[in-house]
């Protein structure tokens, strides 16, 4: 082989190196770049299955007081803890000396 042959061989040689070099680290790159999709994603799905258990226990509070609404010890109950009615003969003393605007059942 002529001096020349070498010279021409060694830098095809080089230039082939370095194109796969680049490639590879294009490639790298690439993963690093996915990984970090992936990982976005992992998170919103688990913020997503938090919501859907919040919904999930909000729909159940929701059916069982859909269930409960014709008895009426839990409309009495619903009255006192939510719109502050009482029953009548209800001791306002009970309340530790608070007297709020309460409104008869």
């Given at each position: 082989m002529t001096e020349q042959a070498k010279k021409s061989k060694k830098r095809t040689s080089f230039l082939t190196m370095l194109v796969i070099a680049i490639l590879i680290a294009l490639v790298g790159v690439q993963l690093i770049h996915l990984r970090s999709q992936i990982d976005?994603?992992?998170s919103q799905l688990t913020a997503l299955q938090s919501d859907l258990d919040a919904a999930k226990q909000e729909n159940?509070?929701?059916a069982?007081?859909?269930e409960k609404a014709d008895d009426p010890e839990f409309l009495q109950e619903l009255a006192?803890?939510?719109l502050g009615y009482v029953t009548?003969?209800?001791p306002a003393a009970q309340m530790g000396g608070i007297l709020e605007s309460f409104?008869?059942?």
């Open positions: 976005d994603a992992r159940d509070a929701l069982s007081a859909l006192r803890d939510q009548p003969g209800w409104r008869c059942l």
